[in-house]
């Protein structure tokens, strides 16, 4: 018997590329499921594994920075429950150091989302029904028809899981000048952050022209991140999805006075904020 649920739940996630560095990322999840039918009736209790599943995914990959273990490119080490990373791409190099619950410590020489379902359902058939057989893990992205960019960030003054330094979201853009939507702008700031770290110019212990090391302390522990500097755009306050709109927008109002625009930013799948100026 084969039982299948869609779009069961999106998670938002960084993840270190061969060839673009730094991703951040946002994937759709469902699953179908291969088992035997029980005493009612029934292969399991869809309840039970969705909440399993969602919870796991939660727990082990969505807010967190997922790196591929065997890849050659990659070189890190564990110690007092922290991770420190360096990774090679292109002529460039970024470093990571953060407490192990900011990292996906993926068993592949590359993060795909095959490589990272199959990891997946290796870590998850332990917690599963008995009489599921098989576990299919499926992820895939957003169809999305206009203009998106991959950013990455971190929120010190979260609560939750954002505080995490180098975690991210495949987002999309719309905003509209005197009232009609500008496809123009749509572009042009989807090209300035496409594949993009954006940090908090607080939040920055050392620059030089080549290189920007971010670090900052919150309740889950010190993170710190240096990357290339042409792979990072600075603003002055935070970088909540609020805060990136509002920075936008007033960008945009700077630049040309005399239009009103308005800005719709989003943050991985289905929320964001709006800001008009």
């Not at 039918?37 to 796991?56: A, E, S, Y």
């Not at 007092?80 to 190099?93: A, E, F, P, Q, V």
């Not at 990455?152 to 009232?179: E, F, M, T």
């Not at 960008?251 to 964001?272: M, N, T, W």
Request: glycine share 6%; charged share 25%; net charge negative.
């Amino acid at each position: 018997m084969l039982l299948f649920v869609d779009n069961l739940t999106n998670v938002d996630f960084s993840y270190l590329h061969p060839q673009r560095g730094l991703l951040g990322e946002t994937w759709l999840a469902s699953t179908e499921m291969v088992g035997t039918l029980d005493q009612q009736g029934m292969v399991c209790d869809f309840g039970i594994v969705k909440k399993t599943l969602r919870n796991w995914l939660d727990d082990e990959i969505d807010h967190r920075l997922a790196i591929p273990c065997k890849s050659p490119n990659l070189k890190y080490s564990k110690s007092n429950g922290r991770i420190n990373l360096s990774w090679s791409y292109g002529d460039k190099t970024l470093q990571c150091s953060a407490p192990e619950q900011a990292i996906a410590l993926v068993d592949a020489e590359e993060i795909t989302r095959e490589s990272v379902s199959q990891w997946a359902k290796q870590q998850l058939k332990p917690l599963l029904p008995t009489t599921l057989e098989e576990l299919h893990l499926e992820f895939d992205v957003e169809a999305i028809d206009g203009d998106f960019y991959h950013y990455s960030h971190g929120l010190k003054k979260h609560d939750g899981n954002c505080q995490r330094i180098a975690h991210g979201h495949r987002s999309q853009l719309s905003v509209w000048r005197n009232d009609e939507q500008a496809p123009d702008l749509e572009a042009l700031w989807a090209q300035t952050f496409t594949d993009i770290y954006i940090g908090t110019r607080e939040d920055i212990v050392q620059q030089t022209d080549d290189n920007i090391r971010f670090a900052y302390t919150t309740s889950q522990g010190a993170f710190e991140l240096c990357m290339p500097t042409e792979d990072c755009y600075l603003i002055d306050s935070d970088t909540t999805v609020e805060l990136i709109a509002t920075h936008i927008a007033d960008e945009l109002k700077r630049q040309d006075p005399s239009c009103h625009y308005k800005v719709r930013a989003f943050e991985g799948i289905g929320k964001g904020a709006i800001v008009l100026r």
